[in-house]
């Protein structure tokens, strides 16, 4: 903060150089974090196989259209052998990545946008608000998870309304979305509101000159550009919570088993005894896509916070 | 500590129960199904209204049905389970708490012992052949779902290997000598779920433990003391570690919240009668008087633990005061 | 404080290592001298209670067969044999059942048992349903009601009589346990429904429960004071596997069960191969169906979303898009009957198959629903007669992964035909309401279309033909079938006086459902059972030819068996009936079927080469995901100094 004023297109200009050099430089120091990178090539293949699972596998397969006979080992036909239909397992995997992936995705917006909402109001308004907000969070944090999950997955059913699809989405999976981000939004806002906190505190030499500006324009232009660093490295590791919490709903029977995640065919090989039949090639695949995935998240997120947070950055 | 610090601490855990019992009855009056044609299809009409009548259904929602349920909740009564006819919610939970505690104990135990111990010989020798090997491995573990871990372990050394029982607490009709055999044959049952309970926790404990070792190391006042010659070990011990430790206890206590997710995958997998078994069991059977009943006990247990590590917290490191 | 850290971790440590030391000296030897001869049956249903009143599924019955009497018993060929009564005799005008009490018999906590314990239990649901109140979750009360019995009374300690309002011969066929007046007797109606019968319970049968842990075992005692043949088995233990049929099955093979009921298909094929068990196949009283929306008018709200429904021949159509021996082949690996009627095979009295049954042919379903007035728009989505398209929405329950695998087969066939079919899976609690009708209450709107699930027989088909009664809309039927033919036939046939009267007019009933078809009945699903060979030996069904030891009417093959090891042991009998007309497993309750979910596939692989394979892919995965691990830590680790990587 200078405290010569500049003209607005300076400002401007400013602010763009400042911007590209902060990327740039954040990419050279990514770079440099082979970690990071090698998470980063995973998450690209499996978003790869995400966006075009048609493309590399063909149509998702159905109990019509299973090409194969029931629990076939690993062959030349079948590289990773078939499920308890006939289905190809790479199919599966493969589709099994999009679902996945997608309720990961959509699970970690409905959380980040929530805690980080209430994290910045929280930490830039202050007072009672601040009092209040923290209370539900906290509250929040109490809360058993996964039993709330449980319990709350018919409840939102039911008010979601049976049959009703959201942007495409069918319910069931909207279920699954919203149980994680309501169960799992309080860690972030507690992580924001901190730094929120922290940055308005700095902030007020720049509040006092933002003559007019109201709390909305200081909180989405000064705040929240300040903690975006924070929220980016929180997102990615809500991520991988998020696809575990979706593996882990599934496993116990709360899936769309007409949309097999990873987690809906670990289940179907659960109950269809494969473990016991021997029938590994039945859950070692999508097993190891949601470790991998996991793991390239960890991976990342642990990069990213290293990277970008700069109390750590300072400390070390 | 401040008696003021610890006062407005209890007083918000206080706080935090009478909501969520509230929300226990919310949560509870907003579930679909009516209980009395969930527990059967064809349940005949005559039961089915003397089965409302019995759960107090058929009075009115406020107030009736809610001060009897605060009263009966003032009174320790959670009512009594659906599917498991009127056997009281805390005896059916009572019977299923003690398996979990002591797998859950146990694995937590284990996995702080070796995790952290893990976690602070990786951060401690960083960069040497046990951080490479440990933290790949506690970074693997800490990406796998509970139940994978169940499911290799129940296929190599129970299936295959028949090195262990692949279900249950004990070997059924089978009349024990004396107690030290009935706890032989317990601890048999018990090893491949505590282990997976361990392994699952390890991953977690040894980063964290790793990360506030290398963070504490280049603290001023480690590089000071290392400058004033003091041995390795000693440094470990004297500063680093202690300074470890205090997100170590946050993490203790926040992982009981999440104790049930993992225990209901690993006690499905191992047929393990406990919390998590229970929890599927009232769930497939719509027994909401014992899922609330699992919901409330969890919550007020973490409330509960969160408190105690507020207060270790405040112990460990005297500027917490505020 | 500081100072001592260290030293409490190595403490920690070094208890760490105790506990693990006392856990990994693990296994006792076994001392199987010592043990009792225990039998033990693994199910995947949960005991929901000790009181017989309260219990809803087949593990209950089961287990309220041994530890009570019935008053008259099941044999092996399904005729009457002694239970709490030796001897019976019917008055020439119908009405009256004379019983002959057993002398001498003891409940098995000493105090004799007499016509007076039998005169109350009666007396007791009779009360009951005169009042218009059921017992407990009412499941008893249709014996009693089905036999139309007005009072029982203990002539003397040795004699029951059974009064009836019109002649039959149900009271040979009931399934009420008789309790003992000295522990139920002083108790009201209220106090019954709620009684816990905490165990020991005290009963009459073979074995008594001395111990229940929910969601784990039931283990019943041999009744020292029981009167009839003693089996080989001093105790008897269920064990529970309410969440996985795999754990059940992994016990099983590993020797710590000797009996299991309902593995999957797939398990069931593997357990072929294993030596020294028999796996039993037989047909079950249940069925798995199609369901419609049949409500005859508009629900504001809520409702089908086609009139088309309402129409029998638009449904009638919509059967010859079924293949449902594919079905049986693809869904149950073959263990399964195509179904037809709501009475199954099983119930062989009274069962009667379609005489001109529809056929799989999805040029005549578009030429009957042509015919019918359903014909196909522009597009090629066929009209409803309003003129608007046919859409059909599939619901069905998340308790069954053969659930999902029939949506998308009828998905499939209906598409073929111009009918698109949405389906989506829902918990059975939100299932239940949406299948509600305003009759059950004013939230309720049945809006559906077509939805699967599937039901459960008693051994009397009198629960199973209710459900498409008028009366049974807004209570237990799921399609909100209407006729007043039907209505008319349910009553008629109840209150005939014998069972070949009966016959005549449930076989109407089967010809009304047939061709109305409120469902489509996929296909009867079998009773996998599977049991070692080595611990018990003569091993009876019920029916003899056909059936299957456990879990069907009666208690008697329990005690039947022989210690294996003390006999010469009889070659396995491994029967197999997947398409036999009749059997007899199952037992009674018209509870949901949630139990048998047979997933498919013949296929797995020779036996022992698995588990090398297995662990072969395991170690290969595991070593896979150590290497990145390693290599992403490595590089991490190597270019930084104490700052890590990231330091300019």
Redesign the interface.
Known sequence: MTSTPLSDRELRAERWRLRIRGWSDFAG?FG????GV??VG?LVLFTMLALFPNLIVGPLQ???TAPG?????PSLEFPLG?D???RSMLNLTVHGARISMVIGLLATVVTVLLGAVIGIVSGYLGGRTDTFLMRITDFFLVLPTFVLALIL??II??LVG??AEIMGI???LVVIIVVIGVTSWASTARIIRSQALSVKERMFIARARVIGGGGGHIMWRHIMPNVLNLIVANTVLVFAGAILTETTLSFI??G???LPSWGVILN?A????????????FF?PP??CI??VV?AFT?VGG?LD??LNPRM?AR? | MGSRYLARKIVQAILTIVFIVLLNFVLFRM????PD???????????RA?LRE?WGLDQPLIPDQLVAYIGAIARGDLGSSY?????PVTE?IG??IWPTLILFG?GE??A???G??LGAYSGWR??GPV???G???S??LYSMPYFVIGM?L???F???L????????F???????SPV?Q???F??H??LP?MTVAIGLIGQYSILMRSSI?DT??EDYVTTAKAKGLTDGRV???HA??NA?LPAVTLIAINLGYVIAGAITV?????W?GIG??T??AL???DYPVLQGIFLLLSISVVIANLAADLIYGYLDPRVRT | ???T??SR?AR??A??LA??A???????A??RA???L?L?VGTSQ?L??L?PF???QYIGYEIFFLNYDLLVGFGNDLKPIPGFAESWSQSPDGKTWTFKIRPGMKWSDGTPATAEDAAWTFQMIIDAIKD???V???YL?PDVKNAAMVSATAADPETLVIELARPNDRPLTTTIPILPKHIWGDKTLDQI????NDAPVVGTGPYQVVEW?????A?LARNPNYWGNRGAAD?V?F?F???????????F??G?LDYIRN??A??FN?LKKEPGTATISATSNGWTQLGFNTYQEEIPGGGASTTALRDPAFRDALGYAIDKQALVD??L?GYGIVGTTQVPPWERRFHTDPADPRTFDIELAKQKLDAAGYVLDGSGNRLDKDGKPINL?L?FP??S?D???????V??WFSQLGIPV?????????L???L?PPEAGDQYKA?YDMFIWGWGGSPDPN?LLE?FTTGAIG??S?SQFSDPDYDAAFVTQNEAPTTADRKGYIDELQRIFYDKAPYHIFYYDNELHAYHTDTFANWQTQPTEDGTPFFVNGSLNYTLLTDAKATPSPTPVVTEAPSASAGGSAAPT???TQAP?P???????PGDS??T???I??VA?LI???T?????????????G???????
Not at chain 3, 213 to 217: E, H, M, S
């Open positions: 120091r440099r974090r082979r970690d090698i998470g995973v159905t109990a019509t006979q029931p629990l076939q080992p078939t308890d239909l006939g997955a018919p059913l039911e049976s049959d069918p319910s069931t029977g709360l769309d088993p007409l179907s659960q109950t269809s005894g494969a473990p016991g039949l021997g029938a590994w090639w070692v097993a190891t470790v991998l793991l991976l990069a290293d990277v950055r070390r | 579930m679909p199904g009516s044609r969930v527990l059967a299809r064809n349940l005949p009409d005559a039961a003397e019995r599917k498991f006819s009127n056997t059916v019977d299923r146990l135990l284990i702080i012992v070796v952290l111990g960083r960069g951080d490479y090997v933290n790949g491995f970074l693997i290799i129940l296929i190599v129970a299936t295959t028949g090195w262990f029982p692949t279900s249950g607490m070997s059924l009709g089978h009349r024990f000598d055999e706890i032989a044959d601890a048999w018990l090893f505590l290398i190391l280049t470990l011990r004297s570690l202690p430790r006690e499905v997998v191992f047929g009668p078994t229970l599927v069991t497939n059977a719509r | 404080m500081r100072s850290a260290g971790l920690l440590a208890l760490a506990v693990s006392l856990l990994v000296a693990g296994p006792p076994p001392t010592a043990d009792p225990v033990r949960d929901e209670a009181n309260n219990a809803y218009g109140n059921s407990g979750y009412g009360d429904n709620e009684f816990a842990k929910t969601g784990q075992y283990r105790e233990i064990q596997f309410p969440d996985s049929a795999d754990t059940m099955v992994q016990a093979k590993a710590e593995p999957s797939l398990q593997e693809k869904v690996q929405r619901y998340n308790s992964d659930y999902p695998k029939l949506a998308a087969f998905t499939d949405k389906s989506q899976s829902f918990d059975s609690g939100a239940t309401d949406i509600l809006d629960a459900i209570s237990t799921d018209a509870a949901p979910s997933s498919p596939a013949p296929g797995g692989q698995t588990g394979f297995l662990l892919g395991g995965v896979v995901l150590v990145v691990g390693i290599l992403a830590w490595r590089t991490r680790g190597r270019r930084g104490p700052g890590s990587g990231e330091e300019e």
